[in-house]
């Protein structure tokens, strides 16, 4: 009795401790969820540039289906010009955003109406719930995308049910005869080859224990299931283990749940999949790798057909709907279309950027909601363009598959990253050149140099004149260095805009004599460069070495007018429970006077137009100014343009991994890329700045002399009132 007793009484105590695991677990965090990154919603009001490609793309990154019947919460409707969009709720870092049924107008290009279409009341301005363009994944690498039961398909609960577990809702964690059944076979066999398990039973040996198959984790399994449905309702044990099965693997990442496997099979959120797709999704419950429907498409179809028929037996379904999701094909996305890390050189600058501004203790909490700057149809046009224009120079020149590039693309007016692309594969997670190649900067740092000198009021403008012609300057290393212009031309006396804008090397050492080297160094500290700088010779034309990312840093400062805004990708960190995270405040300052910077802008635009980036002029679209400068290596090894317009800033960039010559030029290589990418990303055009001490003249290139406006040579430039050229001279026409 006393044996009895001890032994009651241990299991007693058992059962106990197992109690306390069950209810701690399932009550407190459930999941190690993944942070999700969001892209910037996108934004309807009256005026808004955004043709049809791009609303309709929108709609689709987002996860909106086209149904022409009957729209509703994530579905879109179109008729001529207008679209009518049920937009999902969503809380935004600013608060919530309760569904809005919105019908939206778009006429030659631009946003002309955007109503309530119940109603007919206009509505200023909406925001599009944005797409999730990626995830912080913990580091057992876990995935998944809760949902609620109510989100699920019916047919999926009733296929799930029909195959896993028919007497789930009549049963209390075991099913006695299963377990008797399945306990034969395994004291016959001498070891665990058959089990009895309910759908509850699946969920505690997935969410609590190992997956080891002993009798000792059998026993607890049936223990922990009894309590898990003593203490929770059968739609809680439900919903938990559609968020908890695991359904497959994307290299390191195991995909859990059916919120997240609809995604990653179809492309689809869960509420949208037909019978065909949510049987296919069940049939891989019993093994997804021997399921794979990538590989083992018979295999996945011949157990997709028999949980429709389980479905039919059972009278879940009718037999006409049975032979018709019988009768549909595989529907899988294509490898490549799978969610992986999509945006991998965007992603790369976020993490980093997320650990300089945020706690680390506060980083590893889980569910974060990261809101990002990444705007996804202007990565999907530099992405198209770097894929399209790289392998089309690499064959031209003969590079047998060796050319790279890079590309960075901001917003001028308040320094938000849109799009990155680090490889000429955009989605390859490998080395990003965007971020960490360190490359030569050419006469990208020309306009440091010049913007040095016209911070000089008294004695330097864009009209002084400066030597250009051979010079021999003895190096660090002692050896003598005799810079050439890149045409092996001299020119004589010109003004500084045309020794900029045509990239004159012999002028511009020349004139970083004079200026000194300590100086321009300051001016290049003072657009945003951290970097240590050597102040020698062969710096003055750019024998520096600087990663994409630096070198879009110092033009964002030249067309934010002076003022550093460092880049960023971040918008907004909240936790899983809509509270934001303390982080460290951007600092803007300025780093160089707006008007010196003004005044060099205005000769950066003059570079688009008579300048090394001239053939910007037939590039672009009719009215579209720009500002900008080329850069080009020694014997073309590096390719480089970097530019803006008046709400644009994008860096390109073309080279070779191993440093061998390209045979390319800034305005051969990169130049081309970026203008693709500029004339398809509707812009606002660059527009000169005015200050109180400044004035614009028509300025002739020879000599720096004013001339009409009328002369179609002259350059439009920018002077300091009390340092304006005084003689007139003749239109080079």
């Known amino acids: 009795m006393r044996i009895f007793l001890s032994l009651l009484l241990i299991f007693t105590v058992y059962v106990i401790y197992l109690d306390f695991e069950v209810r701690t677990q399932f009550d407190g965090k459930k999941w190690s969820v993944p942070a999700r990154v969001y892209a910037r ?61 919105i019908q939206v107008k778009i006429e030659d290009g631009f946003v002309s109406d955007v109503i309530d279409f119940r109603d007919q009341t206009e509505i200023a301005v909406v925001r599009l719930d944005p797409s999730i363009m ?49 306990m034969v076979a395994n004291i016959k066999a001498g070891a665990v080859v058959q089990g009895g398990s309910t759908l509850t039973q699946q969920l505690v040996k997935n969410f609590f224990l190992t997956r080891k198959k002993t009798l000792v984790r059998k026993f607890n399994e049936a223990i922990m299931s009894l309590l898990l449905e003593l203490h929770y309702e059968k739609d809680d044990i439900l919903e938990a283990y559609l968020n908890e099965i695991y359904l497959g693997q994307d290299k390191k990442r195991a995909i859990h749940g059916f919120g997240l496997a609809s995604r990653f099979y179809f492309d689809k959120p869960i509420y949208n999949l037909n019978l065909a797709e949510v049987t296919t999704l ?6 997804p790798s021997y399921y794979d429907p990538w590989r083992h ?21 009718t037999n006409y709907q049975s032979m018709t999701a019988k009768s549909k094909p595989l529907t899988v996305v294509k490898r490549n279309k799978k969610i992986t890390s999509t945006y991998p050189a965007y992603m790369d600058l976020l993490r980093r950027q997320l650990q300089e501004d945020y706690d680390k203790e506060d980083l590893t909490s889980e569910g974060l909601q990261i809101f990002s700057t990444f705007d996804p149809y202007v990565q999907k046009i530099a992405e198209q363009v770097v894929k399209s224009k790289t392998r089309q120079l690499d ?55 010049y913007l040095t000198a016209i911070q000089q009021q008294n004695k330097y403008s864009l009209a002084t004149l400066i030597e250009d012609k ?42 970083g004599l004079e200026l000194g ?31 994409p990312l630096e070198i879009t840093q110092m033009y964002q400062t030249l067309s934010g007018e002076g003022f550093i805004t460092p880049l960023h990708t971040i918008r907004k960190v909240m936790t899983a429970k809509g509270e934001p995270l303390k982080h460290y405040p951007v600092k803007i300052k300025q780093g160089v006077d707006e008007t010196s910077v003004r005044i060099i802008n205005s000769a950066l635009h003059e570079v688009t137009r008579h300048g090394t980036a001239r053939s910007l002029q037939w590039r672009l679209p009719k009215g579209l100014k720009v500002s900008g ?25 073309l080279g070779t991994d191993d440093n061998k010559s390209t045979g390319l030029t800034g305005s051969s290589g990169a130049l081309p890329i970026w203008s693709d990418i500029m004339k398809k990303i509707r812009t606002r055009p660059f527009s000169f700045a005015y200050d109180d001490e400044l004035e614009y003249y028509h300025v002739e290139a020879e000599k720096g002399l004013l001339v009409d406006e009328d002369c179609s040579s002259a350059a439009y430039l920018a002077f300091r009132k009390d340092n304006v050229p005084e003689e007139y001279g003749a239109c080079s026409n």
């Open 134 to 182: 990626g995830r912080i994944y913990p580091s057992h690498r876990e995935d998944r995308m809760l949902v609620k039961l109510d989100e699920v398909p019916e047919h999926l609960t009733m296929a799930l049910l029909a195959v896993e577990d028919r007497q789930f809702y009549s049963h209390f964690g075991i099913n006695p005869k299963a377990i008797l059944r399945a």
């Open 395 to 449: 064959k031209q020149k003969n590079l047998k598959g060796t050319l790279q590039a890079a590309v960075i693309v901001t917003n001028t007016n308040n320094a938000d990253v849109l799009a990155i692309v680090g490889d000429k594969q955009p989605t390859y997670a490998g080395f990003n050149r965007a971020l960490d190649a360190l490359r030569p900067v050419g006469s990208l740092i020309k306009p440091a140099v």
């Open 470 to 511: 051979g010079i021999t300057l003895k190096a660090q290393d002692g050896k003598l260095w005799s810079p050439r212009n890149y045409s092996g031309k001299s020119h004589g006396k010109i003004p500084l805009f045309k020794a900029l804008t045509s990239s004159y090397n012999q002028a511009t050492v020349r004139l």
């Open 297 to 317: 498409k018979k295999r996945i179809l011949k157990r997709r057909n028999i949980v429709i028929g389980l479905m039919e037996e059972q009278g879940s379904i």
């Open 282 to 287: 069940i049939a891989m419950v019993k093994g």
């Open 629 to 653: 400068k080329t850069g080009t290596t020694n014997n073309t090894r590096d390719s480089w343009f970097a530019g803006f317009s008046g709400e644009h800033l994008i860096v390109a960039w």
């Open 41 to 101: 919603p996108l934004e309807f009001y009256v005026g808004k540039p955004l043709t049809h490609e791009q609303i309709v793309f929108e709609l689709k990154t987002s996860g909106y289906r086209l149904n022409q019947e009957n729209p509703k919460a994530g579905y879109y409707q179109k008729s001529g010009n207008s679209y009518r969009i049920v937009i999902r709720e969503f809380d935004f870092w600013d608060g919530h955003q309760p569904p809005r049924y």
């Open 517 to 547: 080297f300590e100086s321009i160094v300051t001016t290049l500290r003072n657009l945003g460069i951290k970097r240590d700088i050597p102040p020698y010779p062969s710096m003055l034309l750019g024998a520096i070495t600087m990663t």
